[in-house]
């Protein structure tokens, strides 16, 4: 079961991830302080961008431009979206 963290993006101990998603520092600042849930928006996000944006992951320039995307996201700061996206309504 995973442990608890304080999130960064929601301010709050919420689920975490159960191990770290790379390696690296990155991939340990991640597993400390970004919930399961806050994570599991970033992917839906980030797939979103590479699909519109048509980016490449051999590309360093492309994942340099996620890699800050997601900081972003993270921090609640201003983050890349897809062009044209309309969230889903809950339907009553």
């Known amino acids: 079961m995973p442990a608890k963290?304080?999130?960064r993006k929601?301010?709050?101990?919420?689920e975490g991830l159960v191990?770290?998603?790379?390696?690296?520092?990155?991939?340990?600042?991640i597993f400390t302080n970004i919930s399961?849930?806050?994570w599991l928006e970033w992917q839906?996000?980030?797939?979103?961008?590479i699909?519109?944006?048509q980016l490449s992951m051999i590309n360093p320039e492309h994942?340099?431009?996620l890699h800050e995307e997601m900081d972003k996201f993270f921090s609640n700061q201003?983050?890349?979206k897809a062009d044209g996206y309309v969230p889903e309504t809950k339907k009553p």
């Open 5 to 7: 963290v304080f999130c």
């Open 10 to 14: 929601y301010q709050k101990e919420l």
């Open 19 to 29: 191990v770290p998603p790379f390696p690296g520092p990155r991939g340990q600042d």
């Open 36 to 38: 399961m849930q806050a």
């Open 44 to 49: 839906a996000n980030q797939i979103q961008l």
């Open 51 to 53: 699909n519109e944006k």
């Open 63 to 65: 994942r340099k431009f």
């Open 78 to 80: 201003d983050f890349a």
